[in-house]
């Protein structure tokens, strides 16, 4: 943001040295990037008197000039039609570095004659393209620097220009009058409140604006304009200029240049149409696919239907918040202009900018939020100011929709201040620095109530009054204050058993080759309603850009769009997981700690003695139940069912439970559909594991060491035909559950289904093989035992699964 020194006065007197401005506004937090004095271009140059003109010898059009320049008198070579006897010049000696010609001179000879420096013109001082004569002083005072002369008669010539840096949540500090208001606070100046005048409408305006019903209202909820009639669109006034010009804004008309002049000075963007090529009314709409519009940047852009755009009856005139279209922009022959001034969604602007690649200052402001109640004072400031420079007759205004501010009291408790930052700051002053921010105060016995302008949308709470009151008064009086020392050393940790487990998971999967990777907590809408299971998206108020807003309700968003990243780079084979927070809700508590993973590509490295294999759900679940197993979790417990969220294929995923209600993890394959919208090629193969309700878990693996038993194990191996449908783990569970004292493992190591297994044994049905082992703790057991649990396993897998020994 960029402003100069003479432009904030306007809003601000003040007689402070600009080195006390600019401490103010860095501890403001209006951080100061640089500070340009155009002075120092003129520092070397001195103001001359002509004494003596007399023809050159050898060339009709020069002329040889003997100048007065305080301490000596110097011939001077000069060519400029309007040099004269008793003229006052600026004067570059020999050595001087001349800005508009990017070089230094030096005594040089002249068609024989030598000249001893150079009388300089407005384009060798870098002023303006003016070059057919040299400047002309008045009242020079001789051998006194250019820049003294400047001071006095051309202040604008060598205003300081500050560039601030401003966070995404202060769009009011876009404008020099937010600045000002900012510095006054502080108690650096006066603020001048510059309320623009009332505007007499003349006539009804013949063009009508309309909200269209495909625009919703959080695209584009006021939208308000004014017609103008009988202007001269001429060059802008002086002062229009050199405001403009001053930050490197290239004048163009008055018409155009007021737009660009609001824009800074308000942080107010408006448009303006060429009324007479303007065929209806404006109509505020979302674009047709494959619309096109050429710009005001001379390029063509083809629009889709997220995008909104100003229309007439024939074509699209602008990008809404972004820039205008070439068709019916202000030109010189401009007579008749309709205003528009709007509120466009910050977000979508955003999104319509990134899309296209347009970087303009109404989009930059636009998409962190302007103030919405300065639509029509802004249409009338520029109203005013359209009137005074081009004259004209202004319509009365035609609107759509309402301004969309809302009025949130929060109730302040003034202690807060002190109880939060330790800093004393006295209630009189509190209430002063609030009221001159611009805040409506009402005094209440035990609180004050206080409502934030329309112009700060990032004022959410009690919280966001004591950073203001602090910001203002100074970070620099916080007081560093050392934590008392009970012991000596470093003391105990002691930390949750859901950190324990933390740091037990993450240690467990690094060991599987897994690479741990830490993702934004924010994501962008449609990830957040994607992967948030019908739960109510969390909205950041301020959020850092149109990709981030919104608090993740998992961590699979940020994990897929770190695969989609490495795979676009060539990185087809990886595994890696994140330990994190999820987000459930907007108030304390309801957010929650998981760990999720994700698999790509291959599960082993080229080998010439082993074939390679993708990674499979299997893989997932084996790091599930790893993970679970090193906490101490006995497997023996868990349930398998296929209720998973829908961001999971349906078919090849299962959710991990304890008991009925319990989820402990999930595990599985992305739904297509996801991978579809996310521009993944494959589906990654992902799992997560629920921290939160591990903590409490009681079921622990009873650790009795299968290799400790003096007495033979015994192995059997069962194959059952079954239905296709039956789930694997019912069946494990079930064996485990006939003895746990003597059945130790179950293993399933063969599946047989298909076709060629609908031939074999029946169509609907699979062959599942379990391999058990029987190992007893106290006694060798007999054949007659070992039959007796074979039949019971038969059994009782018949009883639950309707399967048959094969």
């Known amino acids: 943001m960029k402003f100069s020194f003479g432009w904030l006065k306007s809003y601000l007197r003040c007689d402070d040295d600009i080195s006390l401005i600019l401490n103010a506004l860095n501890d403001l937090g209006l951080e100061v990037e640089s500070v340009s004095d155009p002075s120092t271009q003129f520092s070397n140059f001195i103001i001359g008197k002509v004494v003596k003109v007399r023809e050159h010898p050898n060339a009709d059009k020069l002329k040889v000039c003997t100048v007065d320049v305080g301490d000596s008198r110097r011939e001077i070579v000069c060519g400029a039609p309007n040099v004269k006897l008793d003229m006052g010049v600026v004067v570059a000696m020999p050595g001087t570095f001349i800005p508009g010609l990017g070089k230094k001179i030096s005594v040089g000879k002249i068609r024989g004659v030598e000249s001893y420096g150079m009388m300089c013109s407005e384009f060798e001082l870098n002023i303006s393209n003016e070059h057919d004569g040299i400047i002309c002083l008045d009242q020079p005072k001789v051998g006194r620097p250019f820049t003294d002369w400047l001071k006095i008669n051309d202040p604008v010539r060598i205003d300081h220009v500050i560039d601030i840096a401003i966070t995404p949540n202060r769009p009011d500090a876009l404008g020099v009058r937010g600045v000002a208001r900012d510095l006054s606070a502080k108690g650096v100046g006066e603020f001048l409140e510059r309320n623009p005048a009332k505007i007499s409408p003349k006539f009804e305006s013949p063009i009508d604006v309309i909200l269209h019903k495909n625009v919703s209202l959080k695209d584009c909820p006021y939208f308000v ?238 919280i966001d009054l004591v950073e203001e009151i602090i910001r203002v008064t100074s970070l620099d009086k916080l007081e560093s204050t050392p934590l008392p ?52 998206e969390v909205t950041l108020i301020n959020s850092i850009s149109s990709e981030m807003t919104h608090l993740r309700p998992s961590l699979f968003p940020g994990l ?8 676009a780079r060539g990185m087809s084979d990886f595994s890696c997981f994140e330990l994190g927070e999820v987000f459930m809700g907007p108030d304390p508590g309801q957010e929650s700690l998981e760990v999720s993973g994700i698999l790509v590509g291959c599960n082993e490295d080229r080998s010439a003695f082993q074939g390679r294999r993708d990674f499979d759900v299997f893989d997932a679940k084996s790091y599930v139940e790893g993970t679970l197993k090193n906490l101490g979790i006995n497997l023996d417990s868990l349930q398998l069912d296929r209720k998973v969220p829908s961001f999971f294929h349906p078919n090849k995923s299962a959710v991990v439970r304890l008991g009925k209600f319990k989820v402990l993890g999930v595990f599985g394959e992305l739904h297509p559909n996801i991978a579809l919208r996310m521009g993944i090629k494959h589906c990654p193969i992902m799992f997560s594991i629920f921290l939160g309700e591990l903590s409490g878990t009681k079921v622990k693996l009873k650790r009795t060491g299968i290799g400790n038993s003096e007495y033979p194990s015994v192995v059997r191996d069962f194959a059952f035909v079954m239905g296709e449908k039956v789930e694997v783990h019912k069946i494990i569970s079930t064996i485990r559950k006939i003895d746990r004292e003597l059945i130790k493992e179950v293993n399933l190591f063969d599946v047989f289904e298909g076709p060629q297994a609908e031939r074999q044994i029946g169509g609907g049905k699979k062959s599942l093989a379990f391999e058990i082992l029987i190992q007893p703790k106290d006694r060798t057991l007999g054949d007659k035992e070992i039959e007796s649990l074979c039949d019971k396993i038969v059994l009782e897998v018949g009883r639950v699964s309707g399967g048959i020994l094969r």
Not at 528 to 535: I, L, P, R, S, T
Request: with cysteine; aromatic share 8%; hydrophobic share 35%.
């Open 560 to 567: 897929l769009m770190a695969s989609k990243k490495n795979l």
């Open 225 to 462: 304009g004014r017609y103008i009639r009988g202007t001269k669109n001429n060059s802008s006034p002086q002062w229009l200029v050199d405001r403009l010009e001053s930050i490197g804004i290239r004048s163009i008309s008055s018409l155009v240049d007021l737009t660009n002049f609001l824009t800074i000075d308000s942080a107010r963007p408006l448009h303006a149409f060429d009324a007479d090529k303007l065929q209806g009314n404006l109509v505020v709409r979302k674009a047709i696919s494959g619309e096109k519009i050429e710009a005001l940047d001379g390029r063509i852009y083809e629009l889709d239907q997220s995008m909104t755009v100003i229309a007439d009856d024939k074509r699209v005139h602008s990008i809404g918040g972004i820039i205008g279209g070439m068709f019916s922009g202000c030109t010189e022959d401009t007579k008749n202009v309709f205003i528009e001034s709007a509120y466009f969604d910050p977000i979508s602007t955003a999104m319509t900018g990134r899309k296209l690649g347009i970087i303009t200052d109404a989009r930059y402001r636009f998409e962190r939020g302007i103030d919405p109640s300065f639509t029509i004072p802004g249409l009338d400031y520029y109203t005013e100011l359209a009137i005074r420079t081009c004259g004209g007759d202004p319509s009365g205004l035609v609107s759509s929709g309402d301004n969309p501010h809302k009025v949130k009291p929060i109730a302040f408790r003034q202690e807060k201040v002190r109880e939060v930052t330790g800093i004393n700051v006295p209630r009189k002053r509190q209430i002063d620095i609030l009221s001159k921010l611009g805040f409506k105060i009402e005094k209440k016995t035990e609180s004050v109530i206080v409502e934030a302008p329309s112009w700060r949308p990032d004022i959410g709470g009690e």
């Open 485 to 536: 020392l009970k012991n000596r050393g470093v003391g105990e940790v002691n930390q949750s058993e859901i950190r324990l487990n933390a740091n037990k998971i993450r240690r467990y999967l690094a060991s599987q080759g897994l690479k741990e990777l830490i993702t934004y907590s924010f994501i962008d809408e449609s990830s957040a309603k994607f992967f948030g299971e019908g739960k109510e």
